[in-house]
């Protein structure tokens, strides 16, 4: 290669690699798999060794890769939070084994560890209670994300009393997502109308990102921890403090190994390359670590790894085949999902004819697809297979890009897109057919009604026989059992049997009514938390965003989406049936036994985040005969504060000069 070539290539390579990078750790969306990220870097490399001229001095061989983040809070870490090496096959773990025998001789052990496919974490513990998380950023700065940690339940906040933990202590992990939460939530969001998440790596470092940890609350997470960090060395071995932290109270994976040599990292990278799949959360290779902390030392570090460490990568299965066609579904609340048909192709043991698409943008601009295209997919960890890419050499000449729809496939309205957000929907709820039948089927599915008798085929018959076209309708439906028996494709008994199931619905707690009635971004958790808070549907119906996000776990885009759904006349016009049908639209009574009357004509505020849940004080409030407010005003008798509380909460209770107490003060009202 020509100087000049060389050049170019390596600026090409460096901008595209830095894309690639802030794609990865600050958007959390990458468009490029790991493989072929590593191969450019090391082809970077190369040329970089080869023309040293022309390197930038920011190069992606010479950093960790990461960001930090504007909305939170920068830290610079005590310790750099370095990165990896990466391997992709034998020889080049051979190659790093000599590497270690000539420089410590051949007196030494292996730590196997699995690689969680998650975002690294750094937590700081002081006096045994956790103080600080901040994310990997940079590698020397990165986000503070301590509020968002704490909802993570493996994380102790506290640690074991009596384990002998040093006073001050830096311990990392990897945050990640169980493989089933994150289906069970990507099909929350798919039924809300919102974007999916690729995987769950995706789904945990999106989450990590959020500002309002009420949200990423309501999205379990999980950590293993796999680096203990002190200013005095505590421990001979790795493996002895991985053992020490368990006894601490941490989440530490029991399937790392002990390995006497090359040979039995061979064998542990073998046992795992096909078991990975029966974990319960991804993996993406094997991390291999010198055990011992002088030999550690002996071996040192490179600009942004250890020496003494190496992660092994698993390859995913890939394989080629022909996109015949991209269609869209229609969702409940409109949203429209592309999915590219396939020629069947058989991957990893089964047949795909199927592969999502996500959005507009991944058929547009992130793979730029073409009829008939050959497409490369792959199914790693997921269930769901994905197109990582196009075979460029096979494009059919002439071949037309594939253009994403301007208008709704099932009624012709024209498409639109909220601001900020990656889906095209349709607006046309009141007349699209599957967005009607879809908010039945909702309505009468086992978390919502649960109606027994009623599928969703027959909802799909009864919307195109013209039975029903709203919720309300189902409870109209005994009108036309003359003209259901007529179909003669439901017997006497089968529709006895909706029938009474429809009946029976109007016995169901508001909570599900809510859940069912399908507003965007009012799940099943969200439901019970408005219930819980404004008792009735009428309360609800009039809440401000204001008094909305007063209520627990309640942020503001759900806020914003109840006070749109609630000012639609033809919504209101909807209730008042199912309220004349006889629905459920107040919250059942709970039997409430006054534990006191301690606290009886007092008045509360709740705020922040606690050890005990919000609820949990809230019913200790009211069993003690005190009573919630919604808002601070000079009504108010106590703020009860926690951890990051809102500043205008605070800000607002002192000018009114409202005492403010903590969850302990609270108790201690009691006795
Ligand atoms: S040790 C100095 N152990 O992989 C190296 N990392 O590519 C410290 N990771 O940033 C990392 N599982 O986010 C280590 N068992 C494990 C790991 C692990 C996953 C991640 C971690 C790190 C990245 C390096």
């Known amino acids: ?69 504007k909305e939170f809070v920068t830290v610079k870490h005590r310790w750099p939070m370095l990165s990896l090496g990466n391997t992709y096959n ?87 997502m169980h493989r089933k939460a994150f289906e069970r939530l990507n099909k929350e969001r798919t039924d809300n109308g919102e974007v999916t998440y690729a995987n769950p790596r995706n789904f945990a470092s999106g989450t990590m990102k959020l500002q309002d940890s009420a949200e990423v609350a309501r999205r379990p997470l999980d950590c293993f921890l796999y680096g203990l960090y002190t200013e005095k060395q505590l421990f001979k071995t790795h493996w002895e403090s991985l053992q020490a932290v368990k006894e601490w109270g941490f989440h530490v994976d029991d399937h790392s190994r002990l390995c006497s040599d090359i040979n039995g990292v061979l064998d542990f990278i073998a046992h795992w390359d096909t078991e990975r799949h029966h974990l319960s959360y991804d993996i993406d290779g094997i991390v291999i670590k010198v055990n011992n902390y002088s030999q550690q030392q002996e071996l040192g570090f490179t600009a942004k790894s250890p020496r003494w460490a190496i992660s092994y990568k698993f390859k995913a299965e890939r394989v080629e085949t022909e996109l015949l066609e991209v269609t869209y579904q229609v969702g409940r609340t409109g949203a429209v999902t592309p999915v590219a048909n396939l020629k069947p192709v058989l991957l990893a043991g ?29 199914k790693g960890g997921e269930i769901i297979p994905k197109i990582i890419s196009v075979n460029l050499d096979k494009r059919k000449p002439g071949a037309k890009a594939i253009e994403y729809i301007t208008h709704c496939p099932a009624c012709d309205t024209k498409l639109l897109r909220t601001e900020g957000e990656a889906a095209w929907y349709c607006p046309n709820d009141e007349g699209c057919p599957p967005q009607i039948v879809g908010k039945i089927q909702h309505y009468i599915g086992r978390k919502a009604m649960n109606i027994d008798g009623l599928g969703d085929e027959t ?54 009514v809510l859940f069912g009635l399908g507003i965007r971004y009012v799940g099943a958790t969200v439901a019970a938390k408005l219930v819980a808070h404004f008792k009735t549907i009428d309360r609800l119906m009039t809440a401000s965003v204001e008094e909305l996000t007063a ?54 505020i709740i705020s922040g985040t606690f050890e005990r849940s919000r609820d949990e004080l809230k019913d200790i409030i009211e069993q003690n005969g005190g009573k919630i407010l919604s808002s601070i005003s000079a009504k108010l008798n106590y703020l009860v504060a926690g951890d ?20 302990e003060e609270l108790m201690a009202l009691l006795n």
């Open 551 to 604: 209520a627990e776990e309640i942020g503001g885009r759900i806020a914003e989406s109840i006070t749109e759904y609630f000012a639609d006349p033809v919504h209101k016009q909807e209730i008042e049936k199912l309220r004349e049908k006889g629905l459920q639209f107040v919250a059942e009574e709970k039997e409430v036994v006054l534990a006191s009357d301690k606290l009886a004509g007092k008045t509360f």
């Open 644 to 663: 990051n509380m809102g500043p205008s909460k605070l800000e607002k209770a002192t000018k009114l000069n409202i005492p403010i107490i903590s969850d």
């Open 459 to 512: 909802i799909t018959t009864f919307y195109n026989q013209g039975f029903v076209s709203h919720i309300s309708d189902l409870y109209s439906l005994g009108e036309h059992a003359a003209e259901l028996k007529q179909m003669g494709r439901f017997g006497e008994k089968s529709i006895n049997n909706m029938l009474d199931g429809i009946e029976k619905s109007k016995q169901q707690p508001f909570e599900k």
């Open 350 to 378: 089964t047949t795909v004819k199927r592969a999502t698409l996500h959005n507009a943008d991944e058929i547009t601009e992130r793979l730029k697809l073409h009829e008939h295209d050959t497409v490369y997919v792959e």
């Open 1 to 69: 290669m020509s100087p000049t070539e060389a050049k170019q290539r390596i600026q090409a390579l460096t901008a595209e690699l830095k894309q690639h990078n802030y794609n990865y750790y600050v958007l959390a969306m990458p468009t490029i798999e790991d493989f072929d990220f590593d191969h450019k870097l090391k082809e970077l490399d190369k040329l970089e060794k080869e023309f040293p001229d022309y390197a930038d001095p920011d190069s992606p061989t010479q950093r960790v890769g990461g960001e930090v983040t």
């Open 90 to 176: 034998e020889q080049e773990l051979i190659d790093f084994d000599q590497r270690i025998r000539k420089a410590i001789g051949d007196n030494f052990e292996y730590v196997c560890e699995l690689k969680f496919d998650g975002l690294s974490m750094s937590l700081t513990y002081q006096d045994g209670k956790l103080a600080r998380a901040v994310t990997r950023g940079d590698g020397t700065q990165g986000d503070e994300v301590t509020t968002n940690v704490r909802t993570i339940h493996s994380i102790p906040k506290k640690l074991i009393a009596g384990s002998n933990y040093p006073e001050l202590f830096e311990i990392r992990g990897e945050v990640f």
